[in-house]
């Protein structure tokens, strides 16, 4: 079965410094690496995804993440932090050969502290 | 809509009743997933639609769970006899292919509570 892990459970920058918000995963097949971002009474939005191609993917409000296949990891990245990015961050797997079932990790509390 | 839309937004249920919980998702949106959410946890697996059928109903935590999507579009999530553990936002998600590449697309979910 898919797993995520997200080793810490607050990450705290100051505004303009570089985010990385750290992720690994477990998966028998090829992965499909997502993130998404959760505010605060919502629901989680789509920030990146990961299906093949190049490592680095770009996605929404300047985020990018790398995927790293030999340490199974897929960091979310932003060069600038803003303290509108503070907010719950989930990365998830999903077994590229196998169910659709996506798997979240715990989640991450960013803080951008102004 | 725009997006996917969950109702009621908040419910609270005295132990013992049923509850059914609503989603109605992106149009055309092939799958459609249910997702549990506890307090300052991720979101966990429930079930998963393609069109009609229910291919995969392994995450529903017990036979109280029960969901449909009858005409392919819009799903419900019933809870019987609710319990205590019960209480969580349940998340549903839409996506436009049944292939797994495309990314979900989330309701704002209903938080339960059960008293």
């Known amino acids: 079965a898919q797993s995520v892990a997200q080793p810490e459970d607050q990450v705290n920058v100051a505004e303009g410094n570089p985010l990385t918000v750290k992720c690994t995963y477990s998966?028998?097949?090829?992965?499909?690496l997502f993130w998404y971002v959760q505010y605060p009474n919502r629901g989680l939005q789509f920030l990146l995804k990961y299906i093949t191609g190049d490592n680095l993917v770009k996605g929404s409000y300047g985020f990018e993440a790398e995927f790293n296949k030999s340490q199974t990891s897929f960091h979310l990245k932003k060069p600038s932090a803003l303290v509108s990015d503070s907010a719950l961050y989930f990365c998830a797997v999903r077994d590229g050969g196998g169910n659709n079932r996506l798997a979240f990790g715990k989640g991450n509390q960013v803080v951008v502290i102004p | 809509g725009a997006g996917v839309s969950q109702s009621p937004r908040y419910k609270v249920a005295k132990r013992g009743q049923d509850v059914a919980l609503r989603c109605d998702p992106i149009s055309g949106h092939v799958s459609l997933f249910w997702y549990q959410q506890a307090l300052g946890q991720g979101p966990e697996f429930l079930t998963y639609f393609q069109n009609e059928a229910q291919l995969d109903k392994s995450g529903l935590p017990s036979d109280r769970f029960f969901a449909e999507r009858p005409e392919g579009s819009v799903s419900t999530l019933k809870i019987q006899r609710t319990q205590q553990e019960d209480s969580a936002v349940y998340l549903c998600?839409?996506?436009?292919?049944?292939?797994?590449?495309?990314?979900?697309?989330f309701g704002n979910g209903t938080r339960l509570t059960v008293t």
């Open positions: 998966v028998s097949g090829n992965p499909y």
């Open positions: 998600a839409s996506s436009s292919s049944g292939t797994g590449s495309s990314p979900l697309h």
